[in-house]
């Protein structure tokens, strides 16, 4: 059994009780829906901050407390979770089970940093994909505070990561995956092929191979035609689906010269895809900091698309 055969065989969704995360639970429940012929387990995972408690306690500092009186600390934090976390990640679960004919659903509580947590419980659970909501944050604000799953998405290098995009529709239409030739970006087209057997609302998967423009004259003199190792890395990708019984009249190839990044961003945003599927090295936020990454940009700049990277 090939490695997507089992990518959602476990699945760990954090959740809270925003917007976000009542899209994420029905985007979630709608994609598992579709796959219904697997065994899926789902993880509901919420973790309650020092903060948080913080607020609801008001005057006192959680932190201190849990120093000062660790039993009382735990009977308040009991309270809390039964009080104030368990109904909605019930109702949560109750929605799944009832509207998605999903059985196999538990939930988790925590306590602590939610990105360390998240990275955390993957780990123990063993988790074959991580699934979150994201939120639109500025370039500017994610320096000062930090994304939760920029943390994960840099923390989980041997998991797939779904960041739910904002879009209403829980649907997937329309999918695009950019190709490079490289193993990782072919990791990112097995992973279409296994969706595409599955998804009843699949209308149209792009491939699309951006050539760098600034390799192209570099390319040439090395006696290689950028042309036409494109139209080469586009027709192994189309060969994929074709070979697993996937419609032709599902698959589209698209071929540009430019820059990257920019090209793949203007493209999601011409054509709204619903998912974009992105194959990742294993590199650091401190590397894609300084050298850039067309995953990074997607996910700065395309926030009403659902990305996922593939990294096993």
Known sequence: MRYYENCFKKILLPVDKTKNSKKAVK?????????????????????????????????????????????????????YTKNFIIPFLDRYKTEITDKFSLSNVR???????????????????????VMMARRAMTKFRKIIFGSVSEKVLY??????????GQKEDSLIYRILIPVDGSEYSMKAVEHGVFLAKY?????????????????????????????????????????????????????ETKSKVGFP?????????????????????GRSAIKDLVFGSVSAAVLNHCFEQTVAIINQ
């Open 107 to 129: 939930n988790i509580v925590e306590i602590g940093d939610p990105g360390n947590k998240i990275i955390e419980i993957a780990e123990k659970e063993n988790v074959n994909t």
């Open 155 to 164: 923390g989980l290098l041997n998991k797939n990561i779904y960041l739910i």
């Open 27 to 79: 985007f979630v429940g709608s994609l598992i829906n579709s796959l219904y012929e697997r065994d899926i387990e789902l993880i509901l995972l919420n973790i309650v901050t020092f903060d948080e408690i913080t607020e609801k306690l008001k005057n006192i500092d959680f932190r201190a407390m849990m120093l000062q009186d660790r039993e009382f600390a735990d009977k308040i934090i009991q309270e």
């Open 199 to 251: 998804l009843k609302a699949l209308e149209k998967i792009v491939i699309l191979r951006v050539i760098n423009v600034s390799h192209y004259l570099e390319r040439t003199k090395q006696g290689i035609d950028p042309e036409t190792e494109a139209e080469e890395i586009l027709m192994d990708a189309k060969r994929r689906f074709i070979n697993t019984g996937v419609s032709l009249d599902l698959i």
């Open 261 to 281: 990044k920019e090209e793949i961003i203007r493209e999601i945003q011409e054509f709204g895809y619903d998912l974009v599927i992105m194959g990742r090295k």
